[in-house]
């Protein structure tokens, strides 16, 4: 058990919906991140949420966007469904500016179809 | 940029036999190296991390990984195999002290044969 939290576990959207994706961090945790995991590969990094600010975002179109609360939840939006964007999404927070590590959840599998 | 490799995207192991499983990174900067475990239907879990401390780094469940800077490579290691192991390994690289934008490779599915 990480202390973080995603829901929906399962989702299955049509091509050209909107989609929310949500997580819970660990209580104190002021950075999340969102990755993509398509099947048989790595985790990509979308982006990062410091403070309620995005702080860096990897090599993914503006359709996908985020938000961070103040109560340590965080949601991931994806607009216009594309087929590639079947995927398990996980995300992962942590206390800034500690030696720490990342914790993640145990993520949402998307399908598009 | 910063990149991993993994080397053997399927790893066979018999129970007790050592575990070795490849990645070597590319960076323009010294990195930061980890390696995470995934689960069946479970997120990524920290198996250790290099920091630039000691090159040989000891982490949870009895696996180990050297860091080798002439070699561009974090091998992990664990001597004896065990049923429990078996699981998908992400090596992954970062330009930041405290591990975030986190780079992986594609991953290592580790099998034990009983």
């Known amino acids: 058990e990480t202390g973080v939290t995603q829901s929906p576990t399962h989702l299955i959207k049509t091509r050209g919906q909107q989609v929310t994706l949500r997580c819970s961090s660990q209580?104190?945790?002021?950075?999340v991140s969102w990755y993509q995991q398509a099947l048989g590969q790595g985790p990509q990094f979308i982006f990062q949420?410091?403070?309620?600010?995005?702080?860096g975002r990897g090599n993914f179109p503006p359709r996908f966007s985020g938000l961070q609360f103040p109560n340590y939840s965080s949601e991931l939006n994806v607009n216009a469904l594309e087929l590639d964007d079947s995927a398990l999404y996980l995300c992962?927070?942590?206390?800034?500016?500690?030696?720490?590590?990342?914790?993640f959840g145990p993520g949402t599998r998307l399908t598009v179809l | 940029a910063q990149s991993v490799t993994q080397l053997g995207s399927h790893v066979s192991v018999s129970e007790g036999a050592l575990v070795l499983l490849r990645c070597n990174y590319s960076?323009?900067?010294?990195?930061?190296l980890f390696w995470y475990v995934q689960y069946p239907n479970q997120g990524l879990q920290l198996l250790l991390k290099y920091t630039s401390a000691a090159t040989l780094v000891k982490g949870i469940n009895g696996f180990e990984a050297e860091f080798k800077k002439s070699e561009t490579s974090f091998h992990l290691t664990k001597p004896s195999a065990h049923m429990s192991d078996a699981a998908e390994y992400f090596c992954a690289v970062s330009l930041n002290f405290g591990n975030e934008k986190l780079t992986f490779g594609t991953g290592t599915r580790l099998t034990i044969i009983p």
């Open positions: 992962a927070s942590m206390l800034q500016g500690t030696y720490n590590e990342q914790f």
């Open positions: 209580s104190g945790h002021n950075t």
């Open positions: 960076s323009s900067v010294p990195p930061y």
């Open positions: 949420y410091y403070r309620e600010e995005e702080n």
